[in-house]
């Protein structure tokens, strides 16, 4: 089996990316050693090069199953015009805060109504270098607001997968719960806007400020089937978000959490009543 070495940034990574996890799932590596090889040789870095290599094993079996490139679309450009429309709504993040069915909330009081029954949480106060854990909701109560990432979605293990590097991957992570929409381009009033827009056609129960330049959507899509999710994705991809947070054990701005040297990842919106089902 020959493999051309990863290219530089901006010339194929992701391509190789995908194309590298398919081969090595041919010959019949297993997703561990398969995640390891990428990690290892990647020319990217961060979370970006975390994402694609887990969207990468998440959806190269899929498409050697069904021997088809259809099963893994590319994600869509922006649609300018559909962009300005979303927008038309006004919206931004004062009203956000204004509409918020409940305000000034902290990481320990909302964090039990978004993941109820204590399942097991990933939180970090770092991801590069990675400094954080797998335990149950409960425990991170205490600690939750000094918490800079979190993944949206309750993990099944504690256990680092064989010869894997973390406890936060794809193996590790249960069903999907909550697609967060977040998005580095625009203002923070524009990813509002697009926030609720997006609210039309699923719930958005909470979004969160990165401290920084963005908004966090967090929409409960627990009941709809994964093809309905994709869709919906694909829609606000085509707005402007970001496609890396499809990607199940993808870590997220810690609601009400802290990020060092800028403060309080605030709670702008949340909604628990959101919670009750998807649309």
Known sequence: MIITPCPAEGR???RW??????????????????RDYLDQNTTRAGLLADAEIERAIERAPQW????????CKKWPAIDRVERQKALSNGVGVEELRRISPQKQERADQVLPILFPGNPLIWAARSVRPEIGDTLPLRQWLPVAGMQQFIVPNPMISRDIPHNGKSKRCLTNTGPR???????????ADEQAGILWHLARFARLVMAVHSASKSVHGW?????????????????????GADPATWVKCQPVRMPGGHRPSKGKQEILFFNPAAIGGAR
């Open 17 to 34: 990316t995908f194309k590298t996890a398919c081969r090595l799932f041919r010959a019949g590596w297993n997703e561990d050693d398969v």
């Open 219 to 239: 929409f409960h899509v627990a009941e709809r089937p994964e093809e309905e999710n994709r869709d919906f994705m694909e829609y606000a991809v085509s707005l």
């Open 12 to 14: 194929g990574v992701n």
């Open 177 to 187: 719960v909550y697609l967060v929409v977040e998005s580095d381009s625009g203002t």
């Open 64 to 71: 050697i199953k069904q021997g088809s490139a259809s099963s």
